[in-house]
Structures are given as structure tokens and as C-alpha cells.
């Protein structure tokens, strides 16, 4: 059960009987579920699973196959994809990812002077630990690195709500608690609504507060607390009775 402060909070997204999926076909059964300002989602499930065509469909970028997708006006929303090809391909420095990244949130202030854009990337830069990356390029940086640099994108465009796609799948044990230390102080700061597709069980335990289970193979959906998705039977019969420090999936 949500407490009465985490009710009170503007709803973003409302799920109504929504079934995604493409061609007309739906690949999960319908999908209930609210998402408010400043709560922090876990999205579990294997490869397949139907997690990232819920979030397309959350977003707008394909329609429901059925049901409804109701939205807060004007979200401002910011998707930071798994480690991609682009640190090859880009030789940018970090400020200049920040600054590409973040275009996009000034875009919703009109006219912001180069020396304002300026400031916003050292200020977001500052906010999550990354001062000192500013000049470095990107594709040199640690991961635990990069994905600061990545967060200072989301802190510069004024994200409300962030959308993370396994963040933490190429860093060590280490860097990953502290990128999601980094996460939940950005989101008890700035209200941020956090949405993190992650396979790290153990992590998702201690982070979030709310969870949601899509498993297109067996046609189940589970949300609630991530207390109540673990004991839930669908979780339990693809990854078993989860106990804190267990092996993740």
C-alpha cells in the first residue's frame, strides 16, 4: 500500500486497460497502474519481456494496442539508452554531451544566452560529482564515469521524469550502488519520477519503492511495492523466492 504523502502526489501517467504491443497484437495482458511525480519505478523482466515497448507506449512514440495511456501536459522526459556505440563513434568531451543531451529541456525556456547554457552544464556537472570530467572526452571516461556525465544530461535538460535503461550493466558492484545512490538523491532533490529497466534484483530491493513485472511468455503483469511483486507468484516462478543478497536475474 502507497502511504498518504505518495497519493497526494500530480499523477504524470495513468494506465488505463492499456495493452501494448504492434501490429494490432497485444503482447502482455491489460495494464493498470498509475505513475506520480517523484516516485522511483523499477521495470523488471528477461529479455523480451515486453519492457521497452510499455515504455514507447507510456511515452507516446507507438500507439496502444487497447486501452489508454492518460498523461500529465508538457513531461518533460529524458531516456538515457544501455551503453551504446556512441563512445567510439563521438570523440565529444563531457561537457559537450551535457550540452547535446540538454538541448532539448532548453528548448521548453526559450531564449537561454550561451553564457546561461554555460552555466547550467557546470552547475549539473557540479550536482552529480562531474566537475572535474568537464574536458575529458566521453569515450575515456570509467563507466561509473560516463554514467555521472549521463546524469548531469538529465539535471541540465530539467528532466521530470527519467527513463533508464539498464544504467548499471557494464559497472562493477561498487560504481553500481553509487550510481543508484546518485539516482535517488537527484530524485529526493528535484522531485525527479525515476524509471529504471534493471535486471540487479538486490538492487531494486533497496531503491525503489514501487516495481512492475512484464513477462509477455506467460502473460502476467505485477505492480506494487517491490515487497509485493517478489512474493507475488509470477515473479517466483521465473526467478524464484528472492532473498536480499541472492544471486540477481
Avoid at 560516463?146 to 546524469?151: D, G, H, I, N, T
Wanted: some cysteine; overall charge positive.
Amino acid at each position: 500500500m502507497k502511504d498518504s504523502s505518495t497519493l497526494s502526489r500530480p499523477e504524470l501517467f495513468a494506465c488505463q486497460q492499456l495493452r501494448v504491443g504492434a501490429g494490432g497484437r497485444a503482447i502482455l495482458p491489460p495494464i493498470e497502474l498509475k505513475i506520480r511525480a517523484g516516485e522511483f519505478w523499477a521495470v523488471i523482466g528477461r529479455n523480451g519481456a515486453g519492457k521497452t515497448t510499455w515504455l514507447r507506449t507510456l511515452l507516446g512514440l507507438i500507439p496502444p494496442v487497447g486501452g489508454q495511456v492518460r498523461s500529465a501536459s508538457h513531461v518533460r522526459a529524458s531516456y538515457l539508452p544501455q551503453r551504446s556505440s556512441m563512445d567510439d563513434l563521438y570523440p565529444l568531451t563531457a561537457r559537450e554531451v551535457v550540452s547535446i543531451g540538454a538541448e532539448r529541456g532548453w528548448s521548453f525556456l526559450g531564449g537561454v544566452s550561451a553564457r546561461q547554457k554555460r552555466d547550467k552544464i557546470e552547475q549539473a556537472l557540479g550536482e552529480v560529482g562531474a566537475a572535474e570530467l568537464a574536458e575529458r572526452p566521453f569515450r575515456r571516461l570509467s563507466e561509473g564515469q560516463k554514467q555521472r556525465v549521463l546524469f548531469a544530461r538529465l539535471v541540465a535538460a530539467d528532466a521530470e521524469l527519467a527513463i533508464l535503461d539498464e544504467p548499471t550493466s557494464a559497472m562493477d558492484k561498487i560504481a553500481e550502488r553509487e550510481a543508484f545512490e546518485l539516482i535517488r538523491a537527484l530524485r529526493d532533490r528535484r522531485g525527479l519520477t525515476v524509471l529504471v529497466v534493471s535486471h540487479y534484483l538486490s538492487i531494486v530491493q533497496h531503491f525503489a519503492d514501487r516495481a512492475i513485472l512484464l513477462d509477455a511468455d506467460s502473460q502476467q503483469v505485477v505492480s506494487g511495492t517491490p515487497r509485493d511483486v517478489f512474493e507475488h507468484s509470477a515473479f517466483r516462478a521465473r526467478y524464484g523466492d528472492f532473498v536480499d543478497g541472492a544471486p540477481d536475474a
